[in-house]
């Protein structure tokens, strides 16, 4: 199935690619032809201005990003236009969902981050796992790694199956949390076998591009094999089109075609190319305290509300709708 869809996206890719010239020539006009547009699309339809652009603090008072920031979370759900609950109950909603895909660059430290980020201002108790020796969400949330004195590698260690270490691990904290989110490195060695392993479900972002498909079947036959010889009951959670560039049509037929080929596995929402998605690490900070009501904020708390409802999480509006 995958290598269908695979091809399938790329002769979409071979289609736009003949029509990316007409689509050039339109972008030149719009740049050239209608000086009052600003230049780049996407900053000027978010809202913070690039100069004034140091973190907007908890609560609207200056602040720190990292473990020592106290977010109060009430007010930045208002700002962030937070308005669904998942239910925070111990011990009966608790979901591990890994967030893999062995391709580089696609979004899934992004994802994790501020998906997370999302369900914790809905009321949610989120643990965010980053098993990427890279740090990216560790650093997205605003934790210096250099400075812990523990991390996910201490649990990595020890006598028991080293494809199982994690799950083992998890188990002890799961009723702690009602989402643990695990962020997988660019591959599919043993790092993103043990997260396999230790989820209920796994989010596959795809990135709205040539190739976008490709390796995917590599990564759904591992999944087989973890269901197959450590953890039955994974699932496949949905597939998450990421970095769409609604300028190009190369974006619109990938969104079509993995639509077509993986229909309800697809979330709905699509989180757009934003510079603000972008920048927000660099304050260690998720999106939802940065800029939540930029393009790629909004696509966050959506994906966060599409979330909520498929895995049941999502409080009903009588317990309790702000
Ligand atoms: N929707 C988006 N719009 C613009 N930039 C984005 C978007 N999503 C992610 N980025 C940026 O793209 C880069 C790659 O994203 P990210 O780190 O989330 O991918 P990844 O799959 O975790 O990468 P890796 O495979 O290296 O772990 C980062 O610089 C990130 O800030
Ligand atoms: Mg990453």
Known sequence: ?????????????????????????????????????????????????????????????????????????????????????????????????????????????????????????????????????????TTGLGLDHRHLEQSVYDVLTGDIARESRLQRALSEVRPAYDTILIDCPPSLGLLTVNALAAADELLIPIQCEYYALEGLGQLLRNVDLVRANLNPQLSIGGILLTMYDGRTRLAEQVVQEVRKHFSDLVFQTVVPRSVRLSEAPGYGIPIALYDPLSRGGIAYRDLALEFAARTGLLASTTEGVR
């Open 1 to 137: 199935m995958e290598d269908e869809a695979a091809i399938a996206v790329r002769e979409a890719a071979l289609r736009a690619a003949a029509q990316v010239h007409t689509a050039e020539d339109e972008e030149e006009r719009v740049d050239h032809g209608a000086p009052t547009l600003p230049t780049d699309h996407e900053v000027s339809r978010e809202t913070l201005d690039l100069e004034s652009a140091s973190p907007p603090a908890p609560g609207g008072e200056a602040g720190q990003a990292g473990p020592s920031m106290t977010i109060d979370t009430e007010s930045a759900a208002r700002a962030a236009r937070v308005t669904f609950k998942v239910r925070s109950d111990p011990g009966r909603f608790q979901h591990v969902l890994t967030v893999a895909n062995q391709k580089g660059g696609v979004g899934k430290s992004t994802t994790a981050v501020n998906l997370g980020a999302y369900l914790a201002l809905a009321g949610g108790r989120v643990l965010v796992i980053d098993l990427d020796p890279q740090g990216n969400a």
